[in-house]
């Protein structure tokens, strides 16, 4: 069984930047596509980027264009989510999650479709 676990949250300052780590054990990260989401306090988990399985491709969600890179070094299974200048609006808490079994890239940002999850980690923005 597949188990993710996040870290690399705390506190950033405005203008800085820091990277978040997600870890897989039990099974082999490389045939999962892999999706940062953020949530905030009372909303929905919602996409921040995704990296596919299949070719190593890389999306993300407008707020955080130009601000993120995620990249994942399957030899240590494990998907990283590269933040700069955060915001204070960026949202939180951060999750990684997993999924093998989808095909196509239109459920790539939707927090339903995946079946396997990180127990997140919160970021604090401080000017």
């Known amino acids: 069984q597949l188990q993710l676990v996040e870290s690399g949250g705390g506190l950033v300052q405005l203008g800085g930047s820091l990277r978040l780590s997600c870890a897989a054990s039990?099974?082999?990260?490389?045939?999962?596509?892999i999706g940062w989401f953020g949530q905030a306090p009372g909303k929905e988990r919602e996409g921040v980027s995704v990296?596919?399985?299949?070719?190593?491709?890389?999306y993300y969600t407008n707020s955080v264009k130009g601000r993120c890179t995620i990249s994942r070094d399957n030899a240590k299974d494990t998907v990283y989510l590269q933040m700069y200048r955060p915001k204070r609006e960026d949202t939180p808490v951060y999750y990684c999650?997993?999924?093998?079994?989808?095909?196509?890239?239109?459920?790539?940002?939707?927090?339903?479709?995946?079946?396997?999850w990180g127990q997140g980690t919160q970021i604090t923005v401080s000017s």
């Open positions: 999650a997993a999924e093998c079994r989808r095909y196509g890239r239109s459920w790539y940002f939707d927090p339903h479709e995946y079946e396997d």
């Open positions: 039990g099974l082999s990260l490389d045939m999962y596509t």
């Open positions: 990296i596919s399985s299949s070719d190593g491709s890389t």
